[in-house]
């Protein structure tokens, strides 16, 4: 029985040998891809809340005109009497 096992750090060698292409080919497997990127997702989401605050802005926009117009209006009034 020890002549076939023979001497433990020659055995180890041997299977270090051996099993060293495995070893090495399992190293340079190919990695999982990776999951699907949602940039597109993110992209329509921020193109919509960028929309909505245009909007806003153009609403708020439209309101200042109208004060000062009215502003205006009462001004050139008081300035006519």
């Given amino acids: 029985m020890t002549k076939l096992l023979g001497n433990r750090s020659v055995m180890m060698a041997r299977t270090l040998v051996l099993c060293a292409p495995a070893l090495l080919l399992g190293a340079c497997a190919v990695a999982p891809p990776a999951p699907p990127c949602n940039a597109c997702a ?13 909007a806003t802005a153009q609403q708020a926009l439209a309101a200042a005109q109208a004060a000062r117009a009215t502003t205006s209006e009462a001004y050139q009034r008081s300035l006519v009497k």
């Fill in 42 to 54: 993110l992209a329509e989401q921020a193109q919509a809340t960028a929309n909505q605050a245009l």
